[in-house]
Structures are given as structure tokens and as C-alpha cells.
């Protein structure tokens, strides 16, 4: 609509139109040539019944207006521009009524959801408009001026010309009116999961995050069915947030559900839900939390100008992260797709402050990562910090983050910086260093007790046209309060070089992550094993577009041991040694074979080469998915997947205590939608 405006005044005051009416649409006169710069514009206009030509039919572009033809134009632009918006006035005003009455007939256990949902909808559309029109100022201006300037001709014409002078001075402040009324957006997303598994030959089939699906309380460990132990889970979030131009802004986004809950025991079965947002549940099984309610973000954001540099600054509780060496968030629900779940952002009460000095950018953030928590007392997205000694030296194979044997803190505040230094527009230079304290203290009453975990780190991306670089350092240094306690075998190394085109791409990496390496970041996992320690690793991978809609794609990592051997509290551990060895496969297909369905085959595998072993343990998972796009803002999912994890009686490689193997099947679902 400002584009017709605009238009249309350009038209009047440039081509001398004459009668721009509201008439009903008709063709472009024929003495308008198709390759003028302006024919565009006239066909809108015409089309919209803005315009019209002489009686004769013509447009008559080069020749000059008249002022009272000009004052015609003039009236009639003004008298469309009131039409509008006293329309969408009156629309505002019946919105509110609706709204009025709706919450007079709230209570009494009546649903008016589906009335609540018809009248937000209907204020996103006006909330549209809205923006729109505050974008006509300038043209009402123009407007009040030309009033002026063609007041005669105006007057001659029968115009009340003072009233026409009111109502366009009135107009730009009930826009600004109706934008403050309209100056909140609300979406939301609505989720269903369920996880249930079956057992095959006397086993319980494993995720790839250590868990037990289709577990019933009180039945033995080998009991399980896809029915009867059948859990389903539900999440619903709704986020608010301001749409001012100018000043504040704010959101927040609360959420109702049963998959956030503290790790349980129910007749002898340890269980957990989906956990929290920080943490994998290792060895638990699947069972639904309790109904809670938690914020996930409430914040405060505005710009500032410190020194004549550019800043903005967030204060509240936010989400923040940086890169998975250095503060990340994993995605700790495989089975569950969720951007709030999966955004990788730790959540933190506090603030952020953002610097711009030229094209270097500072990120100065502090806040409580602990104490986040929901109705029910439970940690939202605890943050966890900091390893010491071997993954094996507990006498188990590692799963989840550290294993079982890793000594971490969960950190309680945090206060870190953070630069970016681009290096054109091909790529940057990242330098970090973050202060992870805890009210926790690991090894207290010895010279060795540590409350905190500082890290720094240089990461540095860089793209030569198809080919792309990337790769850092980071360390990590175990402390009591500022003194050092572990500050050896503590870093990470990391490159990686990409190609890729439209039909192809391939990729090689190295790493090598020492046995004291604990930063709060999330580096990926191998099998069951979340951020692994202790390895150096050649990392290979691609993926091949046979067409538009299927794409094929493999990876491998191919580790060993370091041959560390690390002091501890408790002594001289030796970690994994340079000829274990730890190779990891995937393989998988996707196929999207219409608009709206495509298809997902994959499979992984882990080979456990120890040298001191004469047999290889192993993990196994074959899946197929299929997913369904229900419309554009909802989607179904089904994932059947099949485990089978071998210790190949290797006491100390069991997937789950008790459990030599973990074979069956486990199938789940989801049914998203965004609203």
C-alpha cells in the first residue's frame, strides 16, 4: 500500500494525472508505452481504479497538468487515504469489542480457545497493516504540504480545505495510536512425543544417548513393550514480544509440559523424562515428569551510543553461546526436535552487553546459570564444567557427558568476554575467555579442592570459494577461586577443511581433546559417548545431491588414545592408550519423494579396538524415519530405530549395568506445530 501511495503522488505531481479516483480497475491507457520506467506503477494504479484517463481514453503523460487538475488528484488521494484508514480504524475497534467480550464469558470451564485464536490472528493481520501505515509519514507530509500549496484551487473545488489540513495533521498521531495498540506479537509451539521400545531375546534396546525406552516400573530390566511401556510426552510454549520502533524491546516465552523433570525411582526403576535442557540422563529410563511450568526467557533489550561507538545491551534471563569448544549447549534430546531445546544457547539470569568498535565486536556477558528453575524445582539448563583424569578409570565404557567417572562442576555463575574480528566478509577470528564458578567444591577439605573452570580459546573460520577453513584453540584450567589446581593435559585442537557445490561436498578434520579438558561447550559424541576426552581423531565425511530431492551422506572418525597419564586427587591415572582404538561409521539417506513427505534411512556404528582386549565391543543403530508436512506450520514424524549394543562379555563395556547387550527396537514420534 506505501508503494501505491507513493506511486500515485509521484504520478501527480510528475505526470500531471488527472482524476486519481476510487473507481473500479481498468486497463492502462494504449498511449502508455509498455518499456516506460514508470509503466509498472500506472498498471498498479490503474488496476487498483486509482487512476483514469482523459474521456477520449488516453493517459496524456507529457502533457502538463493543470492546477486545478491537480488539486482534483490531489482531493482524491486524500479521500482514499481517510477511506483506509478509518476502515482499518473501525476494524481496531471491533477487534476490541470481540476481545471484551470473550474475556466476560472466561470461567465457568468453558473452552474459548478457538475465539482467543481467531481474534490473535486477526491482530497479526492488523498489526501488519499497521506497520504499514506508520511507514506512510513522509507521504502524508507531502500531502499537508501540497494542501497548502493548491488551497484555492481546492476551495473552488468545494473542499473544506481547514478540515482536510486537521484530519491529515491528526492522521501520523493515530497512527502512532494504533501501532501502540497493536504493539505485541505472540506465537507459540505446540509438541507430542511419544518413546516406547520392545526388547528382543531377552535384551532392552538402548538410544544413542545411554537411555531405556519401553521400561515399566517394578518389571525386570528385560521386560519392555512398545505399548505397555509407552510413554508419551507434551510441551507447549508461548512466546510474547514487543514490536515498538523505538525505545525497549522485551519477550518472553513461558512453557507448560511434562518433559523437563529431575532423574527419579519409581519400584526399583531409575527414570527421568527428557531431563533437563543441560544434561544427557545417562542409563535412565523413559517416564513422563510431572505437568510443570518454567520461563524460558524474559528480557529486556535496547541500543546505546558509548563514546560514539554502536551498543546494545540484553538484561534478564537470556540464552548465550558461542562455539562448541568454548560455551555451547548441546542438543540433548535426539529423539526430539525443538528449536528451543536445540538452539545450543545456555541460559543465564544476567546480561549481555554487545560493542561495536569499527568492525570489531565485544560481547561482554555475566549472570546466575543456576537457579533457573521451573515451578517444580527443576534446573532448566544447568551448565556443567570442567573434567579431571581418564573416562575408563571408573571401570565403565563412557556414556553420556564424561562418562561415569568424570569429576564435573555444575557452575553457578559466570562471567566471560568475548571478540570477533572479521577478516573481510570471507570470514573471522573469535577470542574468548570465560570464568565458570561454582558453589560446588570437588575434593574440598584436600590441597586439591576446585570451585572453578576457566577457559580461553582463538577459533578462526575462513572461505576461498567453494573451500572453507576452520579450527581454534581451547583450554580449560581446573581452580580453587583464582589459584590453579589442574592446568596440564586441559586443551583442545581442532581444524577442519570443507568443499562443497551445488551436487557435492567433502570434509576432513582433526582433532585432539585432552584427559583434563572440561569447557562447557558440546563437541559431538561417539556412539553413546558425549564430548569425549582423551582421544586425537582424523574426522572424514560427505554428502552427495544424486538429485534435488535425495541426498546421500557418510562420515567416520577414526580415534586413538593419547597415552596420558594424569595426577589426580586420588593418585597417577593412565588414560586410553595410543593403540586403543575407537572408530565410529554413519551412513544415511534422505529422500524427500513429494511436497510434503520424505524419507529418512541411516545407520551407525562403534568399534571399541582396545589393545588389551581380544575382542572388539560394539554399538549398533538402524533407523527409518518418515516425515509428513501437515502445512506450514505443522509436521509429523515417525522414527523406528534398532539397537544392538555387544560388550562381548566385557564386564566394564555393559551398556547399562547388568546388561551384557542392548538389542530390540524402540519406535518414536512427534507432532509439532507453530502457531
Known amino acids: 500500500m506505501k508503494r501505491t501511495l507513493k506511486y500515485a503522488l509521484s ?6 494525472v488527472v482524476a ?7 486497463p492502462v491507457p494504449p498511449d502508455v508505452s509498455e518499456t516506460h520506467w514508470a509503466y509498472d506503477a500506472l498498471k498498479e494504479l490503474f488496476n487498483k481504479g486509482l487512476l483514469k484517463g482523459y474521456p477520449d481514453g488516453l493517459f496524456r503523460g507529457p502533457r502538463p497538468a493543470s492546477r486545478y487538475e491537480m488539486a482534483y488528484a490531489l482531493h482524491s488521494l486524500y479521500d482514499y487515504l481517510m477511506k483506509l484508514h478509518n476502515g482499518q480504524q473501525r476494524q481496531i475497534d471491533d477487534l476490541i469489542a470481540r476481545l471484551g467480550r470473550v474475556e466476560g464469558r472466561t470461567g465457568g470451564g468453558t473452552d474459548h480457545s478457538a475465539d482467543i485464536r481467531a481474534i490473535r490472528d486477526e491482530l497479526a493481520r492488523m498489526k501488519n497493516q499497521a506497520d504499514e501505515v506508520a511507514k506512510w509519514k513522509p507521504e502524508i507530509d507531502n500531502l499537508k504540504r501540497m494542501a497548502s500549496t493548491f488551497e484555492r ?5 468545494g473542499v473544506d480545505v481547514e478540515q ?11 497512527m502512532d495510536e494504533l501501532e501502540k495498540r497493536l504493539n505485541v506479537q505472540v506465537n507459540g509451539t505446540i509438541d507430542f512425543v511419544t518413546i516406547s521400545g520392545k526388547g528382543q531375546s531377552g535384551n532392552q534396546p538402548i538410544t544413542v544417548d545411554g537411555r531405556l525406552p519401553g521400561m515399566v516400573p517394578g518389571f525386570p530390566i528385560n521386560r519392555s513393550g512398545l505399548i505397555t511401556g509407552a510413554t508419551a510426552f507434551h510441551e507447549a510454549a508461548i512466546t510474547m514480544k514487543g514490536t515498538n520502533k523505538e525505545g525497549p524491546k522485551w519477550q518472553g516465552t513461558f512453557v507448560y509440559g511434562n518433559m523437563l523433570s529431575a532423574p527419579a525411582v519409581t519400584n526399583g526403576l531409575f527414570h527421568d523424562g527428557f531431563g533437563t535442557q543441560g544434561t544427557v540422563t545417562a542409563g535412565a529410563a523413559y517416564q513422563e515428569g510431572a505437568g510443570d511450568l518454567y520461563i524460558q526467557d524474559l528480557n529486556v533489550s535496547f541500543d546505546a551510543s558509548i563514546l560514539g561507538n554502536s551498543t546494545s545491551v540484553k538484561v534478564g534471563r537470556l540464552g548465550y553461546k558461542i562455539s562448541p569448544y568454548v560455551f555451547q549447549r548441546g542438543d540433548n534430546t535426539p529423539y526430539f ?4 531445546w536445540d538452539s545450543g544457547e545456555h541460559v543465564l539470569t544476567g546480561g549481555v552487553a554487545g560493542f561495536k568498535f569499527g568492525g570489531v565486536n565485544l560481547d561482554l556477558f555475566f549472570g546466575r546459570t543456576s537457579g533457573n528453575q521451573s515451578v517444580n524445582g527443576v534446573e532448566i539448563s544447568p551448565v556443567m564444567a570442567g573434567q579431571l583424569g581418564s573416562v575408563l578409570a571408573g571401570g565403565a565404557r563412557p556414556i553420556g557427558y564424561g562418562g561415569f567417572s568424570a569429576a564435573t562442576l555444575m557452575v553457578d555463575r559466570v562471567l566471560g568476554a568475548n571478540v570477533n574480528v572479521p577478516l573481510s566478509d570471507k570470514g573471522n577470528i573469535n577470542l574468548s575467555y570465560i570464568i565458570n564458578r561454582s558453589n560446588t567444591t570437588l575434593y574440598a577439605g584436600t590441597a586439591n579442592q576446585v570451585n572453578a573452570v576457566d577457559v580461553m580459546a582463538a577459533t578462526a573460520n575462513y572461505k576461498f570459494g567453494s573451500l572453507a577453513v576452520e579450527g581454534g584453540y581451547s583450554k580449560s584450567i581446573l581452580k580453587n577461586f583464582n589459584k590453579s589446581r589442574f592446568d596440564d593435559e586441559n586443551a583442545a585442537l581442532f581444524g577442519k577443511v570443507k568443499y562443497s557445490n551445488d551436487k557435492w561436498g567433502v570434509y576432513a578434520g582433526y582433532r585432539n581433546i585432552g584427559p583434563n579438558f572440561g569447557a562447557a561447550g558440546s563437541w559431538g559424541r561417539i556412539g553413546m559417548w558425549w564430548n569425549p576426552t582423551d582421544i586425537e581423531s582424523l574426522q572424514v565425511g560427505g554428502h552427495f545431491k544424486m538429485n534435488e530431492d535425495l541426498t546421500l551422506s557418510a562420515s567416520g572418525e577414526f580415534a586413538k588414545g593419547l597415552g596420558k597419564t594424569v595426577t589426580t586427587p586420588g593418585g597417577a591415572v593412565a588414560g586410553l592408550g595410543k593403540d586403543d582404538k575407537i572408530n565410529s561409521f554413519k551412513a544415511g539417506l534422505d529422500w524427500h519423494f513429494s511436497p510434503n513427505w520424505n524419507l529418512m534411512l541411516g545407520y551407525e556404528r562403534v568399534e571399541w579396538d582396545m589393545n588389551v582386549l581380544t575382542v572388539k565391543p560394539n554399538e549398533n543403530w538402524f533407523r527409518a524415519g518418515v516425515g509428513y508436512r501437515l502445512s506450514d506450520n505443522a509436521k509429523l514424524s515417525l522414527l523406528a530405530e534398532i539397537s544392538d549394543v555387544d560388550a562381548k ?10 546388561m551384557g547387550r542392548a538389542k530390540g527396537a524402540f519406535v518414536t514420534s512427534q507432532l509439532s506445530a507453530k502457531f
Open 11 to 16: 504520478a501527480t505531481l510528475c505526470f500531471g
Open 20 to 26: 486519481p479516483v476510487l473507481a473500479q480497475g481498468r
Open 153 to 157: 484551487e481546492l476551495s473552488r473545488l
Open 164 to 174: 482536510m489540513k486537521k484530519d491529515l495533521s491528526s492522521l501520523g498521531g493515530r
Open 337 to 340: 526436535k525443538n528449536d528451543r
Open 649 to 658: 562379555g566385557v564386564g566394564y563395556f555393559n551398556p547399562f549395568p547388568g
